[in-house]
C-alpha cells in the first residue's frame, strides 16, 4: 500500500472490503478499494470467522448505557472498566488509525477477551431490565430512537464472538 493513512482508515470498512463486490459497488474505480478489497477477501478466507469477532452497532451508545454505571450515571468513562472495553475495545491500533468521526480504532486482546464476554454474558439479564428509552433519551445516548431486541441481540451475540477466537488469534497474537 502506498499510502499508509488510506490503508489505515481503510480498517474501519474492513467488512464491507471483504464481502462487497467491487464491480457492483460504489467505489469500483477507487484505487484504495480496488487494492485493500482483494487482500481483505483473502484474509476472510483463510480465517472465516473473523468477521464474526467484532462488535459494531450504530447503537454503540445505547449498548454502553445498558451496560455501564457510568453511563447511566453520567459520569466518566473508566478506560479499564469491562463495560468501557466490551464497547471500546481496550488497546488503540499502534498505527493510530481513526475511525471516521476522528475516534481511534480499538481491540481486545484475546487474554481480555474472556473476561470482557463473561462480564457481558453475566449482565444480559440486568441490561434487559435497564433498557429505559425515556431515561437514555434524557441522558443523549447517541443515535436513537432504539431498538430494545436488536441491542439485545447484539449484546448476547458479543461472547460468542470470543468463542471463536481459539481457531485463528495465535497467527497474531
Known amino acids: 500500500m502506498r499510502d499508509r493513512e488510506a490503508a489505515e482508515n481503510a480498517i474501519q470498512f474492513f467488512r464491507r472490503l471483504a464481502t462487497t463486490d ?3 459497488s460504489r467505489y469500483w474505480n477507487d484505487p484504495i478499494w480496488v487494492e485493500l478489497a482483494p487482500i481483505a477477501r483473502q484474509i476472510v478466507s483463510q480465517r472465516p470467522d473473523i468477521l464474526d469477532r467484532t462488535f459494531s452497532t450504530r447503537a454503540w451508545d445505547a449498548a454502553y448505557w ?5 453511563r447511566r450515571n453520567q459520569e466518566e468513562r473508566n478506560p479499564v472498566g469491562l463495560a468501557e472495553i466490551a464497547v471500546f475495545g481496550a488497546e488503540s491500533l ?3 488509525a481513526t475511525a471516521g468521526q476522528g475516534n481511534r480504532l ?3 486482546r484475546p487474554t481480555t477477551a474472556r473476561t470482557i464476554a463473561d462480564y ?3 449482565n444480559l439479564e440486568i441490561t ?3 433498557f429505559d428509552g425515556e431515561a437514555m433519551e434524557a441522558a443523549g445516548v447517541y443515535k436513537g430512537p432504539w431498538d430494545r431486541d436488536y ?5 448476547a451475540g458479543m461472547p460468542s464472538c470470543i468463542d471463536l477466537l481459539p481457531t485463528w488469534a495465535n ?3
Open 128 to 130: 434487559a431490565h435497564l
Open 94 to 96: 499502534a498505527s493510530g
Open 151 to 155: 441491542l439485545l441481540d447484539q449484546l
Open 106 to 108: 480499538r481491540f481486545v
Open 66 to 70: 445498558l451496560l455501564s454505571p457510568n
Open 171 to 173: 497467527a497474531y497474537w
Open 120 to 122: 457481558v454474558e453475566n
Open 22 to 24: 467491487g464491480a457492483d
